[in-house]
């Protein structure tokens, strides 16, 4: 059980109704929804939610993940997580993320100033460059970043982005033209799949203890 139980603290590391997502709209509406079964090894643990509305050239993301894990019968793991974000031209502009990772709590805020984008996770103030990624998964610019924000700590790091090849990939039953990258940082190992539009179909991820865990569309 305790390898199991290391493993779902990994799972906030990479903290995400879709048919292919819509184009984005012109000025105001909204411009994508996904819909994911999250599942640890091949036990569905929960979801993760993300919606993306745009108005005045901004864009407004919202995600919300609910995992619980039980053995017995008994929840063993619980963790959750709420994000808002906007985004300005790729730019994160605002973040203020909220996780409870099975009893421990992380505050995590951050805006565009002036000087550049300050975090604030209840320590000192970090001051970041002013244009900002966060690991936006559904932006797939992100992929050509060499330094990511993590919504769930604020930390700022460093990260090695490949494409590994094209395949085909079963989404909701179907198989579906893939491409797939690999997603290296500090504790995180990630593996991603996009379609040849660039719509995000899902991820995968392996953590501590060898245990897998997968997002699907549901």
């Known amino acids: 059980m305790r390898r199991k139980l290391l493993g779902l603290s990994m799972i906030g590391l990479f903290v995400l109704t879709f048919a292919v997502p819509a184009p984005a709209q012109e000025h105001t509406g ?9 599942y640890l090894d091949d036990k569905k643990v929960g979801k993760h939610l993300f ?5 005045g050239g901004e864009k407004q993301v919202k995600s919300e993940a609910s995992f619980k894990v039980k053995i017995l019968f008994i929840s063993v793991y619980r963790y959750e997580h ?3 974000e906007r985004w300005t031209d790729n730019c994160l502009a605002q973040i203020d993320a909220s996780t409870n990772a099975n009893g421990k709590r992380i505050e995590v805020s951050g805006e565009q100033t002036g000087a550049g984008f300050v975090v604030e996770t209840g320590d ?3 001051e970041l460059p002013e244009c900002v990624m966060a690991f936006a998964y ?3 610019d992100f992929l050509n970043q060499p330094r990511l924000l993590n919504p769930q700590t604020g930390d700022y790091v460093d990260v090695s982005i490949q494409k590994v090849g094209d395949e085909i990939l079963q ?3 179907q198989p579906v033209a893939a491409r797939r990258f690999k997603l290296t940082a500090r504790e995180v ?11 995000w179909l899902a991820l995968e991820s392996v953590a501590k203890g060898g245990h897998i865990i997968r997002y699907e569309l549901s």
Not at 30 to 38: G, L, S, T, Y
């Open 189 to 199: 190992d990630l593996t991603l799949w996009y379609s040849p539009n660039d719509e």
């Open 30 to 38: 909204a411009v994508a929804n996904w819909d994911f079964d999250v």
């Open 82 to 84: 709420s994000a808002a």
């Open 171 to 173: 989404v909701r039953g």
């Open 51 to 55: 919606s993306i509305s745009e108005a």
């Open 124 to 126: 000192s103030p970090t």
């Open 138 to 140: 559904w932006n797939p």
